[in-house]
């Protein structure tokens, strides 16, 4: 079976410091891959996706950045943080193109 | 571009009854569709899907959903609903080929009571 792992679980980070969140995919080969960022009480929003290593394709512009350095795995990240970056990130796999999308459990980052 | 509308942000139910929960997308092709839940401070669930064929789609925990393309709908039901169905649910919906991007409604958050 499949499975997706998010790190860390939560974050606390200054303003102006920089971030990295993962993702890792085990038991699939050549996933695409997705990250979402969701505001407190609200809709999830895509920012990337990636269907082959070394391509990521962005779809919101949030001073944010992504890098898929293997296949089973998806890197989130920014060299300075904004407090609007403050929310809960989430990491997705599909199996082909456009199929439902598998969440991880989300990374929750509050920026100071 | 797709866009999803989930026009009810709180719904609330007494246990054991009946659930609609209302989806309507916009896309001027051919949809995928896709409902999913998320319990606090977890992530998404999915709950079923549609790609093509039979327009009701049946879900985990007794859950379906009803593809009605002249509607542009896809609302979610459950015949009756039990405490642990409390959760918020989301509606969502990809073209069914190329741009692997995906829109989510808003959310609807379902309070199940006593």
């Known amino acids: 079976a499949q499975t997706i792992h998010q790190w860390p679980v939560a974050e606390i980070k200054a303003v102006g410091s920089p971030l990295s969140l993962g993702c890792t995919i085990k038991g699939k080969s050549s996933p695409n891959l997705y990250w979402y960022w969701q505001a407190t009480g609200g809709t999830l929003q895509q920012l990337f996706y990636?269907?082959?290593?070394?391509?990521v394709e962005s779809v919101v512009q949030l001073n944010l950045s992504a890098s898929r350095p293997k296949d089973d795995q998806f890197i989130l990240s920014t060299e300075k943080l904004l407090l609007s970056h403050s929310g809960f990130y989430l990491c997705?796999?599909?199996?082909?193109?456009?199929?439902?999308?598998?969440f991880g459990e989300g990374t929750r980052l509050s920026v100071l | 571009a797709q866009s999803v509308t989930q026009p009810d942000a709180r719904v609330t139910v007494s246990e054991g009854a009946s659930l609609q929960l209302r989806c309507k997308y916009s896309?001027?092709?051919?949809?995928?569709l896709f409902w999913y839940v998320q319990y606090p401070r977890q992530g998404l669930q999915l709950l079923l899907k549609?790609?093509?064929?039979?327009?009701v789609v049946q879900g985990v925990n007794g859950f379906e959903a009803e593809f009605i393309k002249s509607n542009s709908s896809f609302h979610l039901r459950k015949a009756s609903v039990h405490w642990s169905d409390s959760a918020v649910y989301f509606c969502?919906?990809?073209?069914?080929?190329?741009?692997?991007?995906?829109?989510f409604g808003a959310g609807t958050r379902l309070k199940v009571i006593a």
């Open positions: 549609y790609y093509s064929g039979d327009p």
């Open positions: 896309y001027s092709g051919t949809p995928y």
């Open positions: 997705a796999w599909s199996p082909r193109n456009n199929q439902a999308p598998l």
């Open positions: 969502a919906v990809s073209a069914s080929t190329g741009n692997y991007k995906y829109v």
């Open positions: 990636s269907i082959t290593v070394g391509q």
